[in-house]
């Protein structure tokens, strides 16, 4: 797509070096996070990693939609270690970041780059398990998208020339994620101080609304469903969230898919919260590529034998092909398979420096 281009292009000085691995292989990257869980775990004593394995997962992924895709990740990864695993549910972004830093969770599940970095920011032992690859099933497209977005039939209030642009946002009501999410926030935020440097912005500026401030008012959805449906109900004039979020409950029925100009439809089967809203629309007035974030694990709890096994079997192709986890065209699972080669890849935290060096 021309987004993938384009981002390829800007982060190609950024990320040289990267390693990547593909799919049923774990070399490089692989036993580089070994060493790290290793390095961890030196000053560590045995009867500090659990006998029960405890998986977190962000707001988005707690809705009841992906149950039967969480439990599946938990029998994969009681199929890896032989232990127990339990899911914790949460509303709130920072809760899962605390419950991994911390050390009440051993796995954050989904986690965005942001959520990610503020974790292991708490506690160096945090470090990526692993992350969902791009179609060529490496690093090198693993890549999702950051909405702008704003209904259809308002479109044209943005429109500069014969594209669109976010320069007509200023004084509108906002919607975001949460403060801790990448592509619901930091990503968004991180776009408007750029474009808005005459400004002189920080990002304190965007978090409330007023007469006098940015915006008139910001909403947090605390979910990227719930972000984008604050815009669809008319509770703000612009949304931020992302492609993949939504991705259940819409269909791309105008442009090219994650593209700025796009127009996506509810589906007329969409659960809650859309069920309220099917058939209306929105336009992206600017996409954002983001890299995709990561499983993440606490090395003061998880071990580096079970950091291994769960690496092992979540590269493999029985994962690749398990569509409760990446699931086909018009299904409901974890993650979209947008080609055969996607899977998941092992990653190196230095892969997340793009996003952990925004100004924002």
């Not at 950091?307 to 192709?317: N, W």
């Amino acid at each position: 797509m021309k987004a993938k281009k384009m981002f390829a292009g800007i982060m190609a000085i950024t990320m040289l070096g990267a390693g990547f691995t593909g799919c049923g292989t774990t070399e490089d990257s692989s036993s580089k996070s070994k060493t790290n869980a290793e390095s961890s775990a030196d000053s560590k004593q045995s009867d500090n990693y659990t006998d029960t394995i405890t998986l977190v997962w962000y707001p988005n992924e707690s809705a009841e939609d992906y149950q039967e895709a969480r439990n599946e990740v938990g029998k994969l990864i009681e199929q890896a270690t032989g232990k127990t695993v339990e899911q914790k549910l949460t509303t709130d972004y920072a809760i899962a970041i605390e419950s991994l830093s911390n050390g009440t969770a051993q796995i954050g599940c989904c986690m965005g780059a942001e959520g990610y970095i503020q974790a292991k920011n708490s506690n160096d032992a945090v470090n990526p398990l692993f992350v969902q690859s791009g179609e060529s099933g490496t690093l090198d497209d693993a890549l999702y998208y950051s909405f702008f977005a704003v209904k259809e039939e308002n479109a044209e209030q943005y429109l500069d020339g014969d594209s669109y642009s976010i320069e007509n946002i200023k004084g509108r009501k906002m919607s975001f994620v949460s403060n801790s999410s990448t592509s619901g926030f930091k990503v968004p935020t991180n776009q408007i101080i750029s474009h808005f440097a005459e400004d002189n912005l920080i990002v304190d500026d965007l978090l409330e609304g007023g007469s006098d401030a940015f915006f008139s008012e910001v909403l947090f959805g605390g979910s990227h469903q719930g972000s984008a449906f604050n815009l669809l109900s008319d509770k703000c004039d612009i949304a931020a969230f992302c492609d993949i979020e939504l991705a259940p409950y819409v269909t791309c029925t105008e442009g090219e898919a994650a593209a700025t100009g796009s127009v996506y439809t509810i589906n007329d089967d969409a659960s809650a919260p859309f069920d309220t809203v099917t058939g209306s629309k929105f336009t992206v007035i600017q996409s954002i590529p983001v890299l995709n974030g990561p499983f993440a694990y606490n090395g003061d709890t998880l071990s580096p034998k079970d950091v291994q096994s769960i690496q092992e079997l979540f590269t493999s192709d029985e994962v690749a092909n398990n569509e409760l986890i990446f699931y086909p065209e018009g299904g409901m699972g974890l993650l979209e398979k947008e080609s055969d080669k996607m899977c998941f890849v092992t990653v190196e935290d230095s892969w997340y420096d793009p996003i952990r060096n925004m100004e924002s």
